[in-house]
C-alpha cells in the first residue's frame, strides 16, 4: 500500500471511530421508571432498587440509563407516563409505586417488559395469568402488605387493650384499600374491638383525615402500606404526634421517622429482588417466563422515644421481638 494511500486509510477509519462509538453508547440498555409520588419522596425506594441492579453488575450511567417518571400524588397521570415511556421505546418499564403503577404500566402496552412491585396477590389484581406462569408481557414481586394488617390491629391491641376503637387510614385511589379495611376489621371483631375506616387520596387530604381520626378518640392508627403514606411517614407522624396518636405503619423504615411502630413486608428486600429481576429481563428472560417472586421477610421496629411520648409502656415481650428498636 502506497504511503498516501494508507494515510487516507487511517484518516478515514479515525473519522468512523467516533461513529462506531456513539453507536456503542445507544445499544446501551435503558428501562422507564414509573413512580406514583415525588423523585425526592422515592428516593429511599430508588436507592434500594439500585443495589438489586448492581447486585446483577448494572449501574446507572455506566451500563444502564434510566428514563424517569413520577406522578407526584396524582394517580391519574400515571396512565400517560407509562404511554410515554412506552413510546420511548426503553427495555423495560419498572414500577415502584405499588397496584396504581402496574395496572397504569400493564394498561399501557402489551408489547414492553413490565416489572412491578405490589402489596397483594397480583393475579386477583389481572397483572398476570398466575405466579409461576405469568403470561403476557408482565412480571414482578409481591409481597405481604395486606396480610401483614391483622398482625398490626394485634400489636396496637397488645399496646393498648382498652377497648376504644381502631381507626384505619387508607388511600382510596389504592385497589386493596378495601382489603386492607376488611382485614383489620376481621382482626379488631376478633378482639372485641371496632374499626372505622378513614380515607386520604392526596397529600392535602391527609391533615383532614386526621382531624377525622382525633374526633373519634381512637386507640390508634393502623395505615394502609401506600407510598402515599409511606413517603410522607414523617409528615404523617409529626401530625399524629401533635394529637398524641399512635401510629402503626406497614413499613419498618416509618418508624426511624416517628412513628410507633413499623410492621410489614421488607421493601428494601422486595425492591432489590425488583431490581435482580429487571436485570434478568434485560438479559433477554421474557416476562411470561418468569414467575412472580414473593418476598417474604417481615420487619418490626418500635420507636421507644415516640412511645415515651405518648406515654405508653412497651412489653418487653414485644421489644425483644422487634428487629429494631429505637431509644
Do not use: C
Not at 7 to 34: K, S
Not at 148 to 173: D, G, M, Q
Amino acid at each position: 500500500m502506497r504511503r498516501r494511500d494508507f494515510l487516507a486509510f487511517i484518516g478515514g477509519a479515525g473519522a468512523a471511530w467516533p461513529v462506531a462509538g456513539r453507536a456503542q453508547q445507544t445499544t446501551m440498555p435503558m428501562i422507564g421508571l414509573l413512580g406514583s409520588e415525588s423523585q425526592e419522596a422515592s428516593a429511599w425506594r430508588l436507592n434500594a432498587f439500585r443495589r438489586g441492579l448492581a447486585n446483577e453488575g448494572r449501574f446507572e450511567g455506566r451500563n444502564l440509563r434510566i428514563e424517569y417518571r413520577f406522578a407526584g400524588s396524582r394517580s391519574e397521570r400515571l396512565r400517560a407516563m407509562a404511554s410515554e415511556l412506552a413510546k420511548l421505546r426503553v427495555d423495560a418499564i419498572v414500577t415502584i409505586g405499588g397496584t396504581a403503577t402496574a395496572l397504569a404500566a400493564k394498561g399501557a402496552t402489551t408489547v414492553v417488559p413490565i416489572l412491578f412491585l405490589v402489596g397483594s396477590d397480583p393475579v386477583k389484581l389481572g397483572l398476570v395469568s398466575s405466579l409461576n406462569r405469568p403470561g403476557g408481557n408482565v412480571t414482578g414481586v409481591t409481597i405481604l402488605s395486606v396480610v401483614t394488617t391483622a398482625k398490626r390491629v394485634e400489636l396496637l391491641h397488645e399496646l393498648l387493650p382498652k377497648s376504644y376503637a381502631i381507626a384505619v387510614l387508607v388511600n382510596p385511589n389504592n385497589a386493596l384499600a378495601s382489603d386492607v379495611v376488611n382485614s383489620a376489621t376481621i382482626a379488631a371483631q376478633k378482639l372485641g374491638r371496632d374499626v372505622f375506616a378513614v380515607r386520604a387520596a392526596y397529600d392535602l387530604e391527609i391533615e383532614m383525615a386526621f382531624a377525622a381520626i382525633v374526633e373519634r378518640q381512637p386507640a390508634g392508627v393502623v395505615i394502609q402500606a401506600d407510598p402515599l403514606f409511606s413517603n410522607g411517614a414523617n409528615r404523617i407522624a409529626t401530625l399524629a404526634m401533635s394529637h398524641a396518636v399512635p401510629t402503626l405503619f406497614a413499613i419498618r423504615e416509618a418508624a426511624a421517622e416517628g412513628g410507633l411502630l413499623g410492621y410489614g413486608p421488607s421493601i428494601d428486600e422486595a425492591l432489590r429482588q425488583l431490581g435482580e429481576l429487571t436485570s434478568k429481563v434485560l438479559d433477554g428472560a421474557k416476562p411470561s417466563d418468569l414467575p412472580v417472586m414473593q418476598s417474604t421477610k417481615i420487619d418490626l421496629a418500635i420507636n421507644l422515644k415516640t412511645a415515651k411520648a405518648l406515654g405508653l409502656a412497651v412489653p418487653a415481650t414485644l421489644t425483644a421481638r422487634a428487629d429494631e428498636v429505637i431509644e
